[in-house]
């Protein structure tokens, strides 16, 4: 039995050494990195940002609104509509319900955000335009890297690094984006306020 227990801990032992260690220094892959919440917190509305309200039959109620910086949109009918932190969906039951309220008798709203300007994200270093760029949902990596005016010569494209905030921790993940502009490797979707640094490689 005794002999049995020492094989089995071996077993166990050589089973973990397997394993590939996650990189330290708060590091990940990015197939490590996941978003808890699906993404909901990098889709809720600011202020500064544009949206635009399509009501089905109602061309008066439909328009394009800049979300003030108490967090409302002054719409029709309504007056003030909280829609801060709210989800485009969420924002579009919130309209749906005060023109519910004797207006309209059936209302189909959608809401659509034109332009993120509460949220952004930075792209930094070997790049010809450096700096901070509206956010817009499903951003990639490589549409960052266009937003910034795309690689300098000297930029070493597999080297690039996203610095992300997640549980009050920056962690850094390292994205080869030649690979994924070759098509060998998925594209890495942003998230609000990451910030994407290009080094300099050698020619």
Same mark, same amino acid.
């Given at each position: 039995?005794?002999?049995? +227990?020492?094989?089995?801990? !071996? ?6 050494? $397997? ?8 590091? !990940?892959? &990015? ?29 008066? +109620? ?13 719409? &029709?009918? $309504?007056?003030? =509509?909280?829609?801060?932190? +709210? ?10 319900? $005060? ?5 309209? /008798? /059936? %209302? ?21 335009? &450096? *700096?901070?760029? %509206?956010?817009?949902? *499903? ?35 390292? =994205? ?13 979707? +942003?998230?609000? *306020? ?6 300099? *490689?050698?020619?």
């Amino acid at each position: 039995m005794r002999h049995v +227990l020492i094989v089995l801990a !071996l077993f166990l032992i050589a089973l973990g050494a $397997c394993r590939t260690p996650k990189p330290l220094g708060g590091q !990940l892959r &990015p197939d490590e990195l996941s978003t808890p919440d699906g993404g909901i917190r990098a889709n809720t509305l600011g202020t500064g940002d544009f949206l635009e309200v399509r009501v089905y039959q109602e061309a008066d +109620l439909s328009g394009i609104y800049r979300v003030s910086p108490e967090g409302v949109i002054d719409y &029709p009918l $309504c007056g003030k =509509v909280t829609v801060a932190n +709210l989800t485009p969906s969420l924002a579009a039951d919130a309209i749906t319900n $005060c023109l519910k309220q004797g207006f309209v /008798r /059936r %209302p189909q709203v959608t809401v659509m955000v034109k332009e993120f300007n509460s949220k952004r994200i930075f792209v930094f270093g070997d790049v010809s335009k &450096p *700096g901070s760029f %509206p956010y817009e949902e *499903g951003m990639t990596i490589v549409a960052a890297v266009s937003a910034a005016g795309g690689f300098n010569r000297t930029a070493a494209r597999n080297g690039v690094n996203i610095t992300r905030l997640i549980d009050g921790r920056e962690t850094r993940v390292p =994205v080869r984006v030649e690979d994924i502009i070759n098509g060998s490797e998925k594209n890495f979707t +942003l998230q609000p *306020g990451d910030i994407v640094f290009v080094p300099e *490689g050698f020619l």
